[in-house]
């Protein structure tokens, strides 16, 4: 039987005598019984309990979790690493990277900075040559690899932004101008990820500027012009 943590151990952080509460992003998360005990450790630093709370999300499999709570409430290298580490064994390298490139910004005794650093500068070599090779099997595949390709282009958003703009547009371009209406969600999906790499390299101007272009040219697509105008295409 699945048993409910006690959020109250681990999502009340004290800083300075101010309590954090975390608890509406662990909400309903249930926790497998070899993770329990480790719910119910004390814990006597408020640093421990942001590195436990934080990493248990990485290994739950809550990444996007994980990675929306340490925006605001990692505050150390030390957190920043262990949440590194977890997200590496559960597979989520791009994530990773970031969180530990996070890290390198934030406080830190002098020997986990030396170690964070190698760490991160190795991660960074290999995750490279694995989106290197990665790209070249993705880059022609269709319609039914879509979401294959989509995972493809978070990894390589931060060191390929170009590749994934270029790939993402032409693949919304050819749905929106053979005119399949029934696809536009589709090719607003990878418009998504084209804005995304445009941020990514601060090119927010020049997607805006693509945007209206788009939205000129086929302003006669009315269902395809109320999906481009969704907020989250700004």
């Not at 994980?66 to 559960?90: D, I, N, V, Y």
């Not at 060191?159 to 929106?176: F, G, L, Q, T, Y």
Request: charged share 25%.
């Amino acid at each position: 039987m699945k048993a409910i943590c006690d959020t109250s151990s681990i999502i009340k952080l004290q800083r300075g005598g101010a309590l954090d509460c975390l608890g509406q992003l662990f909400e309903a998360v249930l926790i497998p019984p070899a993770l329990q005990a480790e719910c119910r450790k004390p814990k006597t630093r408020a640093e421990g309990q942001t590195e436990a709370y934080l990493t248990m999300l990485a290994r739950l499999g809550q990444v996007d979790v994980a990675m929306k709570a340490a925006e605001t409430h990692m505050q150390s290298q030390g957190e920043a690493f262990a949440l590194a580490q977890a997200l590496r064994e559960q597979g989520a390298l791009a994530q990773a990277l970031d969180i530990a490139r996070r890290g390198s910004n934030l406080t830190g005794q002098d020997y986990l900075q030396h170690k964070l650093a190698i760490w991160t500068s190795e991660l960074a070599e290999g995750l490279e040559g694995l989106i290197d090779k990665t790209i070249k099997a993705v880059r022609n595949l269709g319609y039914y690899h879509s979401e294959l390709v989509h995972r493809v282009m978070d990894a390589a958003v931060a060191e390929h932004p170009d590749w994934v703009i270029d790939n993402a547009c032409r693949r919304a371009e050819e749905i929106i101008d053979a005119g399949r209406a029934n696809a536009y969600h589709h090719a607003v999906d990878w418009l998504r990820k084209a804005r995304a790499a445009y941020l990514a390299s601060q090119r927010q101007s020049q997607w805006s500027t693509y945007r209206t272009k788009l939205m000129a040219t086929h302003g006669r697509k009315y269902k395809l012009m109320s999906l481009l105008r969704h907020r989250d295409l700004d």
